[in-house]
């Protein structure tokens, strides 16, 4: 399983651009890149995933660098809903083909007023 | 759009008392997962259905676990004689097979084992 590396906190002005960062320097050619976040006592929430090039949604936005070997969650206007734990994964695939996934400690998110 | 729904979302037994939690995928997702959840940890594999069909299942899923998918639908997970080390949120997942096979979340079942 390609294991990632986030920082355990950071802080962001409320209506700034919050940046994420996360390492994941054993990625296989064929492993995704997930991003779900998890605001406190519930289920975590899918944000966004790739493969090589950048993606973005309503949500979010994911840039991966050329080698694969690290990635950035842009939240771009960041608001005080925004603050939870966001989880970067690496999806690992089991042996029937689906994928279970691998949570590290993640990257707990304070939006600042 | 309904989302993925667990019942109960809260649970306090007694050690050594069964519990049984109830999920409810996506309608059109035939993978569904189950995983668990300590404070201050992410959450962690527990099994995995296609279908009806149990095709792995992790060694956190100790003998006092099991899970069921019958008609390939909702699933159900029981835990025999509780102990307090079972206390935790329980999630459940599902997805569609495909080639990016997106997870989706529940709101989790809270068990406090007294």
């Known amino acids: 399983d390609a294991k990632t590396t986030q920082p355990p906190s950071m802080d962001c002005a409320e209506g700034r651009a919050a940046n994420l960062p996360c390492n994941h320097s054993?990625?296989?050619?064929?492993?995704?890149v997930y991003w779900y976040r998890q605001i406190h006592s519930q289920g975590p929430q899918y944000i966004i995933h790739?493969?090589?090039n950048n993606e973005t949604n309503e949500m979010a936005s994911l840039i991966i660098t050329e080698d694969r070997k690290s990635s950035t969650l842009i939240l771009p206007h960041a608001t005080l809903r925004d603050t939870a734990v966001y989880y970067c994964i690496v999806r690992s695939p089991l042996i029937t083909g689906a994928q279970k996934l691998v949570f590290g400690q993640g990257t707990r998110l304070t939006i600042n007023p | 759009d309904t989302g993925v729904s667990q019942d109960p979302r809260h649970k306090i037994t007694k050690r050594g008392q069964n519990v049984t939690f109830r999920c409810d995928p996506i309608s059109e997702h035939n993978r569904l997962y189950w995983y668990r959840q300590t404070l201050g940890q992410g959450p962690e594999f527990l099994t995995y259905f296609q279908n009806e069909a149990q095709l792995e299942k992790s060694r956190l899923l100790s003998d006092r676990f099991s899970a069921e998918r019958p008609k390939g639908s909702f699933s159900t997970l029981e835990i025999q004689r509780t102990e307090q080390g079972d206390s935790a949120m329980y999630l459940c997942a599902s997805s569609l097979s495909g080639v990016t096979d997106t997870q989706y979340f529940g709101p989790g079942t809270r068990l406090t084992v007294l």
């Open positions: 790739g493969l090589k």
């Open positions: 054993t990625i296989s050619g064929n492993e995704y």
